[in-house]
Structures are given as structure tokens and as C-alpha cells.
């Protein structure tokens, strides 16, 4: 009675004083040719993050080689990879499938945190609903069947309002694990509300994924949030190096202080990207890092650090 009683106290307090885990969204090419990067670049990238962190996330298996290329690096550097696979279109997709049966037997499970299928899809409207839980099962068997990997979590990745949906609760009853992005500068938020808005939608995504799944005890991480340093405003939201030194503190130090695990879009600016319509440069700029810099472009240290 007394030892059980002692437990639960312990572990309750443990759960409050857990800080959540920092990682990073990463770009798959490079800045000054755009060519895809190699292994050599991603340990170069990985000596740069592990200051903070040794967890990554990519966007899909197959584009610029990207699951063949990086395994040296996260042997090498000791980095724990969530693993995206792209699930449109048809052919597109049998490639991401072939990369995974290819080369994840060629690395231990234990780099591989989780493998996220589809990211934004329902977003963008790219597939239905019923058509990313077919997909998402699809690579929960292919990808259990390989040795060693029969625990690993696979689930999607999409915006909070979608998540919060419920014509989406399948997506979340099929998937092992469920990410929500959500980005104040898109919401065209002032500095005085990024945080706020910032809480408020990952907390609605988090309480819907909880209770869709009728349990606490899930893997949850914000999949992509962070600032623009650069380029145009949106609405109320600017751009500028302070602001994301800010919303890093406010939004990503304290939703850590949470307890929430959080991948911040993104580690290095991608300045090969073309700039396209709509706000002009702000694409190039969401870096915590820029294109080749080794120290963060603001302080990336959190008072809990
Ligand atoms: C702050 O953000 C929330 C939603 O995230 C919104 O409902 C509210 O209107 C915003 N407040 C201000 C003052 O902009």
C-alpha cells in the first residue's frame, strides 16, 4: 500500500517536471547548388544541431534519396530520425514504399523514432481522409514486417484544425502516432498573441487526439512551429529576427515547459528555394540557423536548460 502510494506520488511528479524533447525539421537540399544533400552534408548538419539536440525530421523516403543518404549520418552522429513518407501521388508513393524496404533494413529500428505518413495531406486536401488511414496501415504492415521494427510508430502528421475535425478521427484511431503543426505567423498573429494562439491550437489538437484515442498515454509532438526571421509580414505577424528570438521563448521554451515534445520548423534557412507567390521571401528565412551558419541566428536556450 505504502510503496504503491509512494509511486504514484513519485511518478506524478515525475510526469509535471518532464520538459519535452526539442527536434528539428530538415531540408533535403542543398543551398548552394539545390542539389540533394549528401551523408557528408547531413554530418555536417547533425554537428551543428547536436548542441540542442540529436532528433530530425524529414518530409519523405525516397525524394533526393533522402532515407539511403542520411542513414550514414544518424549512425555516425548517434541521431534519432522521424521519417516522413510522402503519400501522394501513386507512383510517388510505391517509390517511398521501395526506399523504406530498402534501406531500413540496412540501419537498427532504434534511430528511427516514428515514421509519419502524409504531412499536411488532409490539409491540402492532397487525399481523403479514408484514403490516408488505407495508407497509413499500408506502411504500418510494410514497415512491421522488416526486422527489428515491429514496435516502431507509425501515424501522420497534419495542421491542428484539421486534427481537431472530426470528420478526420480515423486518421487518429489508425495512427500509433499523431503530430500537430501550427504556425502564429501564418494565423497572422501579433507578437503579443503568438503565444497564446500557439498554446491554445496545440492543446485543442492534443485534448482531441486524447480523447479520440480514449488515452493519455500517447506520443505527441508538435510536428512543425517556429518564426520567420525575414521577408514579408502576414497580416499582423513580421518577420524579423527579435520576433523569433521571442516566440521561441514564449511558444517553444514554454510549451516544452509543458511537457510537450516539439520539432521546430526548421533547422537551416533553404535559400535554393525559388521564391513563389504569395509573401514575398518569407520561404528562404525560417531558419534557426541560416544556410551555412554554425551559431543560431538568437538564442536558442530555455530557462529550464
Ligand atoms: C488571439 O488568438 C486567438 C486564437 O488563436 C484569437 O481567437 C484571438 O482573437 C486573438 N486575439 C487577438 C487580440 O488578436
Not at 541521431?79 to 503519400?87: D, E, P, S, Y
Not at 490539409?123 to 510494410?142: M, W
Not at 503530430?179 to 505567423?185: G, I, L, P
Not at 520548423?265 to 514575398?280: H, I, L, R
Request: aromatic share 12%; hydrophobic share 35%.
Amino acid at each position: 500500500m505504502r510503496v504503491s502510494a509512494i509511486t504514484s506520488v513519485l511518478s506524478l511528479a515525475g510526469y509535471a517536471a518532464a520538459i519535452g524533447s526539442l527536434g528539428f525539421d530538415l531540408g533535403v537540399q542543398r543551398n548552394s547548388d539545390s542539389a540533394c544533400k549528401t551523408s557528408d552534408d547531413y554530418i555536417s548538419d547533425f554537428e551543428t544541431i547536436s548542441g540542442y539536440t540529436n532528433i530530425v525530421r524529414v518530409y519523405a523516403s525516397s525524394d533526393c534519396n533522402t532515407l539511403e543518404n542520411i542513414i550514414p549520418a544518424l549512425k555516425e552522429k548517434d541521431f534519432k530520425l522521424f521519417l516522413g513518407v510522402w503519400a501522394t501521388d501513386d507512383t510517388h508513393y510505391a517509390e517511398e514504399k521501395t526506399a523504406l524496404s530498402t534501406y531500413l533494413p540496412t540501419i537498427d529500428a532504434s534511430y528511427i523514432a516514428g515514421i509519419t505518413v502524409g504531412s499536411e495531406a488532409l490539409y491540402r486536401g492532397d487525399l481523403s481522409a479514408s484514403d490516408l488511414v488505407t495508407r497509413i496501415n499500408e506502411v504500418r504492415e510494410l514497415v512491421q514486417d522488416i526486422d527489428g521494427y515491429s514496435s516502431t510508430p507509425v501515424g501522420t502528421v497534419d495542421s491542428w484544425e484539421i486534427l481537431i475535425d472530426g470528420a478526420n478521427s480515423d486518421v487518429i484511431t489508425n495512427s500509433d502516432i499523431v503530430f500537430a503543426n501550427a504556425f502564429s505567423y501564418w494565423q497572422g498573429q501579433t507578437m503579443a498573441n503568438s503565444s497564446y494562439s500557439f498554446f491554445d491550437d496545440i492543446m485543442q489538437a492534443l485534448q482531441v487526439i486524447q480523447t479520440t484515442k480514449g488515452s493519455t498515454d500517447i506520443t505527441f509532438w508538435v510536428g512543425e512551429t517556429g518564426w520567420a526571421t525575414d521577408g514579408g509580414s502576414y497580416e499582423n505577424a513580421d518577420p524579423t529576427v527579435d520576433n523569433a528570438a521571442q516566440f521561441w521563448q514564449e511558444s517553444i521554451c514554454g510549451i516544452r515547459a509543458w511537457g510537450v515534445n516539439t520539432l521546430v520548423f526548421e533547422a537551416f534557412d533553404e535559400s535554393w528555394k525559388p521564391v513563389t507567390s504569395g509573401v514575398s521571401g518569407v520561404e528562404t528565412h525560417w531558419g534557426v540557423w541560416t544556410d551555412d551558419g554554425t551559431d543560431p541566428k538568437y538564442s536558442l536556450e530555455c530557462t529550464f536548460d
